[in-house]
Structure formats: C-alpha cells, structure tokens
C-alpha cells in the first residue's frame, strides 16, 4: 500500500495508545484518525500533510504526556512499500520519505526520528523504472543516515552450526565433518578474523553441508537477489527442489567411504531452481548466463560428473572471495 497510508495508520494507533490528557493532543488523534481514514478511503494523502501531523504529534505528545520525550517511527519492510511505488509509479509517494527526513532533521524540542528497515539500496527497487527515476530514489536514501548490517562468514557458519542439530547414529557424518574441517583450515579456507579453532568447530557443525558450501552461503544470502536470514532459513528448511531438506531424505551415511555431503553443484542447481529468471537480472546476471553457457557446451557424450565440475567451479566463481575461497584443484 501507498507509504502516506501504512504511515497514517502507525500514526493513529500510536496517538489512541497515549493518555486522554489535554485538547491539544485529543486534536491530533482527530487529525490522525482523519488522514487514516481518508487514506483507507483511497484518497490520496500529500506527504506534507503527513509530515506536519507527525511534528504536531511529536510536539504536543512532548509538551502533554508526561514521559514523552518524542516520536520514534520504525518503518519494517520499507521494501514492500518500495516494491509497490515501484509497480505503481503515477501514485508512488517515495518523496513522502525525504519530506519526513527534512522534518526530523529539523526537530529539537520534540524530536522525531525515522528508522527504515530494508534489504537493499532504494534504487534497486525502482529497477522497473526509468534510469532518472532511479537517481531520484537514490537521491531520497541519501537523506538518510545508512547503518548496514551485514553478517561475516564466521557468524552465518555460527548461526547455521547451531541451527542444524545432527540426530543419532549419524554413520560417520561427525568424523568426516570434522575431516572436512580440517581439511578447509589447512587450505586456508577459514574466514579472517576469527578464532580459528571457534570457525573451525562451527564449520564442522554445518554438516551435511560440505565445507564449501558453508563457506560461500554468507555471500548467496546477502547478494542482491537474497534477503539475508530469511533466504538462509529459506534454504535450510523448505522443502524446494534441490534444497537440503530434499537432500536429508535421499542421503544416507554409511561405513563404505561414501560421503554424501550437500555439495556445491546441488547448490547450483537450488538457486537456479529457486530464483529462474531472475538470475540475470541481477548485478550477475552475466556470469551465471556464462555457467549456463559452458554446460550447454558440453558434448553430448559427457557424463554427470563433467556437468558436476562445471556447475562446482561457477559457484566458486560466483560466489567465492576471489583469494581463499576460489575454483581449484585443491578447493573444488
């Protein structure tokens, strides 16, 4: 829905939590409760007719009701409302977003502070648009104050270690985890800046995702295709082609030197199951058409294992650091 909306209806259950108190604020709930309503009505709401509603609130919130230092306004999922500007560009409002910065920036005495919560950079939303539609979104994010939060590799093989839970009798998978461990430690494969033995135990956690795939999903989930967690979990725990939880039902271990860990040509073939066209819409849109390409070049006579190698050493490409983690003999 339209931002003036989904902001006129925050604003209003925010003014109907606060005490009765005085007339002055019994007036703003008034005035909020009417711009909710109209924007329910579909009637469209000027963004300086919300960002005054929100400084008056902020001022007369401040001013009545005791313990009131200010508004805090937290937009979650600023990307939905983006997403929708963007397929509905004759009644996008994204100024409404740099008319409220303009408006907190100016508050003193009764601050007002706006925190957006989103994936990616505003202009890649409004990638549907026209090139001068996207400098102007960009222009809007740059009214704000960005904080990124981008997790490091040590810390998405933390949180995966702990998310998957090995059950009993797991055939070996424990030794050969730890194996695996080792062997990527002593390829220089580990994360800098880490306790080495810590990355190294949570890397053995991961199993029965081999140790390069663990390695490189820090990179997948936070690519501009990806939203960080919730692709991992997506990853983790949905049963999608080519996923892990399709490959926990068919893999068995057992004492006869099969190792079957979830390896990055399966990968490759989740997240082109998983995102289809959308790969080459993307920042790497390029070299995953390049991967496509050479697989499709492939003789006819060739075997699983050549289409194995090549959709290894494109992950590697794709999604490795270029300097550890890269397609080599060693590594792939």
Not at 96 to 119: C, D, F, K
Not at 193 to 201: I, L, P, S
Not at 224 to 229: D, G, I, M, V
Request: some cysteine; aromatic content about 6%; hydrophobic content about 45%.
């Amino acid at each position: 829905q339209p931002l003036a909306r989904s902001l006129a209806a925050g604003l209003r259950s925010a003014a109907e939590g606060l005490p009765a108190g005085s007339a002055r604020l019994a007036g703003m709930r008034e005035r909020l409760v009417d711009l909710d309503e109209r924007g329910r009505r579909g009637e469209a709401i000027a963004s300086d007719e919300v960002a005054e509603a929100v400084v008056g609130l902020a001022e007369a919130a401040v001013a009545e009701a005791p313990g009131v230092a200010g508004v805090l306004m937290v937009y979650d999922e600023l990307g939905r409302a983006l997403e929708y500007a963007a397929m509905r560009p004759e009644a996008a409002d994204v100024g409404l977003l740099q008319t409220l910065a303009e408006a907190a920036a100016r508050s003193n005495g009764a601050p007002v502070v706006l925190v957006t919560i989103l994936h990616q950079a505003f202009q890649n939303y409004a990638a549907r648009l026209g090139m001068a539609q996207q400098r102007e979104w960009a222009k809007v994010q740059g009214r704000f104050v960005d904080v990124p939060f981008l997790q490091s590799t040590g810390e998405v093989l933390t949180l995966v270690g702990h998310a998957i839970q090995p059950g009993e009798g797991d055939g070996g998978l424990a030794e050969a985890a730890e194996a695996g461990a080792r062997r990527a430690a002593a390829l220089g494969l580990l994360p800098p800046g880490f306790d080495k033995g810590e990355v190294r135990e949570a890397l053995a956690r991961c199993a029965p995702l081999h140790p390069t795939v663990a390695l490189v999903l820090e990179r997948l989930v936070r690519g501009s295709l990806a939203q960080n967690e919730r692709s991992l979990f997506a990853f983790l725990g949905s049963r999608e082609p080519h996923g892990l939880q399709e490959h926990l039902e068919g893999a068995r271990w057992g004492a006869n030197g099969h190792l079957p860990f979830y390896r990055l040509d399966r990968l490759y073939d989740y997240v082109r199951d998983a995102l289809g066209s959308r790969l080459y819409g993307g920042a790497q849109a390029r070299r995953w058409a390049q991967v496509e390409e050479a697989l499709d070049r492939l003789p006819a006579d060739a075997g699983a294992l050549e289409a194995r190698v090549l959709k290894t050493v494109g992950m590697l490409e794709l999604l490795g650091d270029g300097r550890r983690v890269k397609a080599s003999a060693e590594v792939g």
